[in-house]
Antibody, heavy 123, light 107 residues
């Protein structure tokens, strides 16, 4: 069974930094692209970026809305996905989800999602 | 960016009815479209990918269709557990983008 479990959310001041983690299990982690997606309360989700699989060199792509502030990385020895967020703004307040791609040919649909972790940016 | 226009924003239907949700892309997305269901307080869950392929474990009363810029999600024989918000999403081009969502309620 595919499982994704995010952690690391909470309250952060504007201008601050935060790192989110996502623990993956139930599949061969290195075979799949992994995504980060966020969703402000009551709004549609927003794709933030992804990190490719082993076959594609673990390179990354980002939404221009966060490029340069957010960094996605993975620890393939621990089956962990990370999202480093810098220079946080009030508009970054949202629930943050990690997700796994559907096939191993990525990038494609978000087949499995974690339960999410809430990030609140406020003074 | 590819804009995804989803309609209607909200929908109220009776148990057993058939409902359809539409999604229009601002350019051809060549069937690179997924549909997600999000129940209150839960994370989104995949229903349909590649415009018309049913994800594992999703009931067959859900179906997707369309091509080019026009796509739709149909729910047959509406059940009480289908109360949720539904989102379309394109993965044809970066940045991947979502529709604004449809909130489905039971009459």
């Amino acid at each position: 069974e595919v499982k994704l479990l995010e952690s690391g959310g909470g309250l952060v001041q504007p201008g601050g930094s935060m790192r989110l983690s996502c623990a993956a299990s139930g599949f061969t982690f290195t075979d799949f692209y992994m995504y980060w997606i966020r969703q402000p309360a009551g709004k549609a989700p927003e794709w933030l970026g992804f990190i490719r699989n082993k076959a594609n060199g673990y390179t990354t792509e980002y939404n221009p809305s966060v490029k340069g502030r957010f960094t996605i990385s993975r620890d393939n020895t621990q089956n962990m996905l990370y999202l480093q967020m810098n220079t946080l703004r009030a508009e970054d307040t949202a629930t943050y989800y990690c997700a796994r791609e559907g096939a191993t040919e990525g990038p494609d649909w978000f087949a499995y999602w974690g339960q999410g972790t809430l990030v609140t940016v406020s003074s | 960016d590819i804009q995804m226009t989803q309609s209607p924003a909200s929908l109220s239907a009776s148990l057993g009815e058939t409902v359809t949700i539409e999604c229009r892309a601002s350019e051809d997305i060549y069937n690179g479209l997924a549909w997600y269901q999000q129940k209150p307080g839960k994370s989104p869950q995949l229903l349909i990918y590649n415009a018309n392929s049913l994800h594992t474990g999703v009931p067959s009363r859900f179906s997707g269709s369309g091509s080019g810029t026009q796509y739709s999600l149909k729910i047959n024989s509406l059940q009480s557990e289908d109360v949720a918000s539904y989102f379309c999403q394109q993965y044809y081009d970066y940045p991947f983008t979502f529709g604004s969502g449809t909130k489905l309620e039971i009459k």
